[in-house]
């Protein structure tokens, strides 16, 4: 071999070895923040995935990971007609949850729970993390506030965690672990979740003192704990046998369709969108709670949800990028300051100020209050989006009764049949009761 042979033999085991250590080392770029290259080839491997490649349907492998057993039931039976006759819901479902899914699932087989935990946000949200309900309760798994913050899922001004993917699943499947091992089966700890460890607790005090079994199904409990589990059953059901069903399920690779990445440094999301060489809305579906148009840095590090295959993309682009991170700055208004006298301040119109801080045109602000001053490059590049406009279905709303309320008021108000009321909520009659709670499905 010549001396030139030589020189390029070496040259390119330089470039190999250089590429490879990029690949698994952490970098710095210009402005001082560190990046670390993921190889996804390597992260599929380190996945883990179970029983089935990547190229196999992510049905498959839910349908070999079910472990409840489910009774003979009419109210299963009801349900699988409901959905059934309504296959655009279905089809939308099963669509939303593309994204999320391979997540739960490998997050439920880690822990080595039943399948049937992974299609609960299906009954909770129609797995839309974008989802709140009347009672408060907001994400995929449907946490209210207090038990959002028991299970460690900060909300803020910046952020509502119980909107994150990552988090709010970790959390769901940490409170069900635990009601799991305090009532000892998944039916009663799925009912606990539904309707509160006290009321199940309760009811299970009252059959015990009158001799009765304390079961899930012999517990007196409110209608909607009591379709809690066939509901579930019933979506069970129909992903096992679709064909059964008249259902076509959309084909989901049993692959991930994110992957986090860290940054430690304030960054405005149109520009993580940008540097991803994605959608604002699609960088919106994977990371929906974020509240601002800018991604605050508590502590110390936030994790970002980027597509799978945009994720050396979003890393080389953000190593080269040499300009500030963020067009926004925060800003605490001085008492009796007005939002005209801080527009005037900043040289921003006021519109503009109004708009991005969802002001509602308040003539003054509320005391301790923190607001966004954009920059000419925010306004000109940036609005924050409304992540309920990007869900243009929404999911199953939870009414409470009211006095006077019928059935028909109730139909009106959310423009569904009483037919569709009564048989989602296993009515027999148009009879009512106040403080009770129906599901409206939307």
């Known amino acids: 071999m010549n001396f030139k042979n030589n020189c390029l033999v070496?040259?390119?085991?330089?470039?190999?070895?250089?590429?490879?250590?990029?690949?698994?080392?952490?970098?710095?770029?210009?402005?001082?923040?560190?990046?670390?290259?993921?190889?996804?080839e390597e992260k599929i491997k380190n996945n883990q995935i179970k029983k089935l490649d990547a190229n196999s349907s992510i049905w498959v492998r839910i349908n070999?990971?079910?472990?409840?057993?489910?009774?003979?039931?009419?109210?299963?039976?009801?349900?699988?007609?409901?959905?059934?006759?309504?296959?655009?819901?279905?089809?939308?479902?099963?669509e939303r949850s593309e994204k999320y899914?391979?997540?739960?699932?490998?997050?439920?087989?880690?822990?080595?729970?039943?399948?049937?935990?992974?299609?609960?946000?299906?009954?909770?949200?129609?797995?839309?993390?974008?989802?709140?309900?009347?009672?408060?309760?907001?994400?995929?798994?449907?946490?209210?506030?207090?038990?959002?913050?028991?299970?460690?899922?900060?909300?803020?001004?910046?952020?509502?965690?119980?909107?994150?993917?990552t988090e709010s699943t970790?959390?769901?499947?940490?409170?069900?672990?635990?009601?799991?091992?305090?009532?000892?089966?998944?039916?009663?700890?799925?009912?606990?979740?539904n309707a509160g460890e006290g009321r199940i607790k309760r009811a299970i005090k009252r059959n015990k003192r009158n001799k009765k079994r304390r079961d899930y199904y012999s517990l007196r409990i409110p209608r909607?704990?009591?379709?809690?589990?066939?509901?579930?059953?019933?979506?069970?059901?129909?992903?096992?046998?679709?064909?059964?069903?008249?259902v076509n399920l959309p084909d989901i690779k049993n692959k991930p369709y994110f992957e986090s990445v860290t940054v430690n440094k304030n960054i405005d999301t149109q520009l993580v969108a940008r540097l991803a060489e994605i959608s604002i809305e699609e960088f919106q579906f994977l990371n929906p709670q974020h509240k601002r148009p800018i991604i605050k840095i508590t502590n110390k590090t936030e994790k970002i949800n980027l597509p799978y295959q945009n994720i050396h993309i979003f890393n080389y682009n953000f190593?080269?990028?040499?300009?500030?991170?963020?067009?926004?700055?925060?800003?605490?208004?001085?008492?009796?300051e007005s939002v005209g006298q801080v527009a005037k301040k900043f040289g921003i119109d006021r519109k503009i100020l109004i708009q991005v801080n969802r002001l509602e045109r308040r003539k003054r602000f509320r005391r301790n209050s923190?607001?966004?001053?954009?920059?000419?490059?925010?306004?000109?590049?940036?609005?924050?989006?409304?992540?309920?406009?990007?869900?243009?279905?929404?999911?199953?709303?939870?009414?409470?009764?009211?006095?006077?309320?019928?059935?028909s008021h109730i139909s009106d108000r959310y423009n569904i049949s009483v037919r569709d009321i009564k048989e989602f909520n296993e009515l027999r009659s148009d009879?009512?009761?106040?403080?009770?709670?129906?599901?409206?499905p939307k």
């Open 319 to 336: 190593f080269d990028y040499k300009k500030p991170l963020s067009n926004w700055k925060t800003y605490k208004p001085k008492r009796k």
């Open 431 to 440: 009879r009512i009761i106040i403080g009770d709670i129906l599901d409206i």
């Open 64 to 94: 070999s990971g079910y472990k409840m057993k489910q009774k003979p039931s009419r109210r299963i039976k009801n349900f699988e007609k409901w959905y059934t006759k309504r296959p655009e819901y279905i089809q939308r479902m099963f």
């Open 224 to 246: 909607e704990t009591k379709n809690y589990v066939p509901k579930l059953f019933a979506v069970k059901n129909i992903i096992s046998n679709p064909r059964k069903y008249g």
């Open 101 to 165: 899914l391979f997540h739960v699932i490998n997050e439920v087989e880690k822990r080595n729970m039943p399948m049937e935990i992974a299609l609960l946000p299906m009954i909770e949200s129609a797995y839309n993390p974008a989802a709140t309900s009347r009672k408060k309760a907001a994400g995929m798994w449907q946490f209210i506030p207090a038990t959002g913050r028991i299970y460690g899922l900060k909300q803020n001004w910046w952020v509502d965690n119980r909107r994150n993917i």
């Open 10 to 40: 070496i040259t390119l085991i330089i470039i190999s070895f250089f590429s490879i250590a990029i690949s698994a080392q952490s970098e710095t770029n210009t402005l001082g923040q560190q990046i670390t290259f993921i190889d996804p």
């Open 370 to 407: 923190v607001i966004l001053i954009p920059n000419k490059d925010a306004i000109t590049t940036y609005f924050p989006t409304n992540i309920n406009e990007l869900y243009n279905y929404s999911s199953i709303i939870a009414h409470k009764i009211k006095p006077g309320e019928t059935l």
């Open 170 to 193: 970790n959390a769901a499947l940490n409170y069900l672990e635990k009601l799991h091992k305090e009532f000892g089966t998944w039916e009663l700890a799925l009912a606990a979740y």
